[in-house]
């Protein structure tokens, strides 16, 4: 067997928020996991996204199990505090996390699973994916015919304005990223913003309102009632995965004010110059794509990835016992993908995997 390999019962992938929580109840359960972490530092994805970034959600839900987030209940975090949150959880639980190693392989072995790493390797009984739905960057294949002068960048890859050159600028993607990012260029040169409607809150969360009807819907809507378990949650699941979420701080109003321009689809380029739906062409210095992500799960070998989301109940993967996903859109719920509903889920992929420990006892004896 090659000097380098590793035995450990449970391999979870990824180290933010999902796999930690996998981690703290696999802890209070006894059974041993490591988690590996493709950045140098937990918390680091938080770190690296845009400057100006505050969570949408307040303090009060974005705790993990057994820690609650400091500071005032309505406060909005920026990245870098929720990303030291993330980091001080797991130096707290003394949770085994080893940085600095990206898989690059998953296949089945034998009745287990073996992971690479570079020249790592592990061999587990159980792997859980921690990892969100939002992996690689994805443009349209047209932007590599945009002229050479545009300055591209993509939303992954945005910090701040000064990455770009003076002038104005589209973005491309009028989710909330795209939203939050031309607010955040608004204030020293001209934006488009590209992309259909897709609504808003019809409340602001840190109003007395959004006070009331924030946790409403985050504990009852997001988290009950948008669920595999609930008859209308598996009614809709689809069409939620089907589209963007609606617009949660910033308003129509507020692109209005600040000078943002709402235009169409961005459908090709024109002379070296996107093109939008509507036929307009438009003359500018930047373009910022905030145009999504591709999944990103090509490193795993094994039959259970979907045109659009690994194959799972919940997140867990019947057809390949042992192995489980957590973090995704709507894995059990709309909450899944958000703070906090990761714990929930965590709960139930620690009771499957005790569970199995238990049968696989059960047989040796």
Wanted: hydrophobic share 40%.
């Amino acid at each position: 067997m090659d000097m380098y390999t590793e035995r450990i019962e449970t391999l979870v992938i990824g180290g933010g928020q999902s796999g930690l929580s996998v981690g703290y109840h696999l802890a209070l359960r006894g059974l041993p996991f490591l988690i590996v972490d493709a950045n140098e530092r937990v918390g680091d994805p938080w770190r690296k996204r845009w400057d100006s970034l505050r969570l949408f959600t307040p303090n009060r839900v974005n705790g993990l199990d057994g820690m609650p987030f400091p500071g005032p209940r309505w406060g909005f975090p920026t990245k870098d505090e929720y990303a030291d949150y993330l980091e001080s959880y797991a130096e707290r639980f003394e949770l085994p996390v080893q940085t600095g190693l990206q898989v690059d392989r998953l296949i089945r072995n034998g009745d287990g699973f073996l992971a690479t790493a570079g020249d790592r390797r592990f061999e587990a009984e159980n792997v859980v994916v921690a990892m969100s739905s939002w992996q690689h960057p994805r443009v349209p294949d047209f932007a590599s015919e945009l002229d050479a002068g545009i300055v591209q960048l993509h939303v992954a890859d945005y910090r701040n304005p000064e990455q770009l050159r003076e002038g104005d600028t589209l973005v491309v993607g009028a989710g909330n990223s795209g939203a939050e990012v031309a607010m955040d260029l608004s204030k020293s040169r001209r934006v488009w913003l590209s992309g259909p409607d897709n609504g808003a809150l019809p409340f602001r969360l840190d109003s007395r309102v959004g006070h009331v009807l924030g946790p409403f819907v985050a504990r009852v809507i997001f988290h009950r009632v948008l669920s595999t378990g609930n008859p209308i949650g598996r009614r809709i699941r689809p069409k939620i995965l089907a589209k963007r979420d609606p617009l949660i701080r910033v308003k129509p109003r507020d692109l209005a004010a600040a000078g943002v321009e709402r235009v169409p689809r961005t459908t090709g380029v024109e002379g070296g110059w996107p093109r939008l739906e509507d036929g307009r062409r438009l003359e500018v210095a930047n373009v910022v794509w905030t145009s999504g992500f591709h999944p990103g799960f090509s490193w795993i070998e094994l039959p259970v990835l979907g045109p659009d989301e690994p194959m799972h109940e919940g997140g867990i993967v019947d057809s390949e016992p042992g192995l489980y996903f957590v973090g995704l859109r709507f894995l059990y719920s709309k909450s899944s993908e958000q703070i906090h509903g990761v714990g929930r889920d965590a709960v139930r992929i620690a009771d499957s995997i005790a569970a199995r420990r238990t049968q696989q006892v059960a047989v040796v004896r």
